[in-house]
C-alpha cells in the first residue's frame, strides 16, 4: 500500500492588543494542558471541520477571553515544521486593537487565566508566540502611519493627548507634541467637539473625535 506524508494540522492564534493605564499590552492565556502547560501563549487552538479561520479565532476569542464583535486582521501564517513539538502544525495568526473596556472577563468560564501584559515585559511564552507578538508590533507600528486604525484603540471622544500617547507607545518614542499635532490635523481625521476634559490640575482640554470611526487607508502617509 502506498504511504502519504502524515497531514499537517492547522491553528489560529490571535494577537490582541490594547492600551492600559498608558501602556501598550498584549492578551496572553496559561496553557492548561502539554505541551507548554502553565506557559502562557497566544489565544489559539485548532480550526475544526468545515470552519474557517475567520470563524475558529471567533470562536476561540469568545471561548478563551470572552471577546465577541471586534475587527481581526489575517496577520501571517507560521509553517516552520518544528514550531510545535506535537508536529507539523502551522497556525493563521490574526490581530487586533481593542479598547480596555470591550473586554469582559470572566475567570469561572476563562479558566486559563487571560491577562494583559505589557508588550516590554513579556513572560517566557510557549510555542514560537513571542516571534508571533514580535512580528505584529511591527505590522501595528506600520498601520499607524498608513491607516486611521488607531481609532479602535480610544473611546468616542478624547483629548489630543491620548492620541499622541497611543503613537509614542506603538513607536516606542517620544514624539514632539506641536510637531505631531499639526501633522496630524494635516490628515483631516478628527475634529474637535464642545466637550472638555475636566478633573485635572491643568487648564481643560478639548475633547476630540473621529470623523470617520471605521478602518481606512490614508491619502497621504503620517
Known amino acids: 500500500m502506498k504511504s502519504y506524508p502524515s497531514p499537517i494540522s492547522v491553528t489560529v492564534d490571535a494577537v490582541i492588543f490594547t492600551i492600559s493605564d498608558g501602556t501598550l499590552k498584549v492578551l496572553l492565556v496559561s496553557r492548561d494542558e502539554a505541551p507548554f502547560k ?17 470563524q475558529a479565532i471567533k470562536r476561540i476569542l469568545k471561548a478563551k477571553a470572552g471577546i465577541a464583535n471586534i475587527f481581526t486582521e489575517q496577520l501571517y501564517t507560521f509553517d516552520d515544521s518544528n514550531r510545535d513539538p506535537r508536529g507539523h502544525v502551522i497556525t493563521i495568526s490574526y490581530f487586533a486593537f481593542v479598547r480596555e473596556d470591550q473586554i469582559k472577563f470572566n475567570k469561572a468560564k476563562h479558566p486559563q487565566s487571560p491577562t494583559f501584559f505589557s508588550v516590554q515585559k513579556l513572560p517566557p511564552m510557549a510555542f514560537d508566540h513571542a516571534k508571533i507578538v514580535k512580528y505584529a508590533i511591527k505590522r501595528l507600528q506600520a498601520k499607524l502611519e498608513y491607516t486611521n486604525i488607531v481609532y479602535a484603540l480610544l473611546p468616542k471622544t478624547f483629548p489630543f493627548s491620548q492620541l499622541q500617547n497611543i503613537y509614542e507607545e506603538v513607536w516606542n518614542r517620544k514624539l514632539d507634541k506641536r510637531n505631531f499635532r499639526k501633522k496630524f490635523m494635516s490628515l483631516k481625521l478628527i475634529k474637535p467637539t464642545r466637550g472638555l476634559l475636566e478633573g485635572s490640575r491643568q487648564r481643560p482640554a478639548r475633547l476630540f ?13 503620517f
Do not use: A, D, V
Not at 209 to 221: C, D
Open 38 to 54: 502553565n506557559k502562557w501563549s497566544l489565544p489559539g487552538g485548532f480550526i475544526h471541520s468545515k470552519e474557517t479561520s475567520l
Open 209 to 221: 473625535q473621529f470623523i470617520n470611526p471605521n478602518q481606512q487607508e490614508l491619502k497621504k502617509f
